[in-house]
């Protein structure tokens, strides 16, 4: 991953629990909305191969990393599998140095002030704030109050609806999960209403105006 170039659109699809046999047509649904940037989680069923199928099926159209990485040993199995970024719900402290010293971005998970600065003094490429829906957008102008510094990662409970509000208020990027890759979706092969809704995050991002 070139943070520069997800920093152009900064917004992340999470995968997780996905059927080996839907990823083909749901891979295709998130390149024709636009999206860039995917993470599948390491706690899916068969995740290093997922990883492997879904940089073959994206052909460059994306970027993919590895979500939910608490070992080494889901770190050395992401990165052989072709993932190019790291996200991990809290610190994982040999997780993050390997990644720091190898420059590979890090996107480590922290909620507490305490927790999100020292995230960010090992090395975090952005500290993804999990799960935010409990503390919604002013969470993040208070954070950025002493910290204005350190780049956010808003996971958990962002919407079409209230992502404008959550850049506003500091956040240098946003995730969505399950909100948009609803298992009934997924279970009945509904992959154009997954498209539109990815469609209706995108338009909300332009509309943001020009960042710092």
């Not at 839907?22 to 599948?40: F, R």
């Not at 992401?78 to 720091?100: H, N, Q, R, W």
């Not at 996971?155 to 404008?164: I, M, S, Y």
């Amino acid at each position: 991953m070139k943070i520069e170039e997800f920093k152009k659109l900064p917004i992340l699809g999470i995968l997780r629990g996905i059927e080996p046999e839907i990823i083909e047509p749901l891979i295709q649904a998130v390149i024709a909305s636009g999206l860039k940037t995917i993470e599948i989680t390491m706690n899916t069923k068969s995740a290093p191969e997922l990883i492997k199928k879904t940089v073959q099926l994206a052909d460059g159209h994306l970027t993919i990393g590895a979500g939910t990485v608490l070992t080494m040993q889901d770190l050395k199995l992401a990165l052989d599998s072709g993932a190019t970024f790291i996200v991990s719900p809290v610190v994982v402290k040999e997780v993050m140095e390997y990644c720091v010293k190898n420059k590979i971005p890090v996107f480590p998970g922290a909620l507490t002030p305490q927790e999100i600065f020292q995230a960010w003094q090992m090395g975090a490429t952005m500290v993804k704030v999990f799960p935010a829906k409990f503390f919604g957008p002013e969470y993040f102008k208070e954070i950025k109050g002493p910290f204005n510094d350190i780049e956010l990662l808003a996971c958990a409970g962002v919407t079409a609806e209230n992502l404008r509000t959550y850049f506003s208020s500091g956040a240098s990027a946003v995730s969505f999960g399950a909100g948009v890759f609803k298992r009934e979706w997924l279970l009945s092969r509904d992959f154009a209403s997954i498209t539109r809704v990815i469609r209706g995050f995108l338009q909300e991002y332009r509309l943001v105006g020009k960042r710092g």
